[in-house]
């Protein structure tokens, strides 16, 4: 994912789940409850998402991040995956 500069804060949300963020380019702000971290390329943040959590872009570029989920995280971030596929035409 790529997130662009915001002067907004950072909105926080907790869900069941674990996750594992790696910067690919740029930096990033995370928030993960009370802290408040600078991960940059090259770096990451793994976390239990009980625990509120939110990322934003650091500075004037964009931040591309890899995100990973395990099962429960999968459902919150990408519902369609947890979805049957629908009737295919023959």
């Not at 950072?10 to 928030?31: C, K, N, P």
């Amino acid at each position: 994912m790529t997130l662009t500069p915001t002067n907004e804060p950072i909105q926080t949300r907790s869900h069941d789940g674990y996750e594992w963020r790696y910067v690919l380019r740029g930096r990033a702000r995370v928030i993960l409850g009370d802290r408040e971290l600078v991960i940059e390329a090259g770096q990451a943040a793994e976390f239990d998402t009980r625990l509120p959590h939110g990322v934003a872009a650091l500075g004037g570029e964009p931040v591309e991040i890899l995100a990973i989920f395990n099962r429960s995280g999968e459902r919150i971030h990408l519902p369609e995956f947890g979805k049957p596929d629908p009737p295919t035409a023959r």
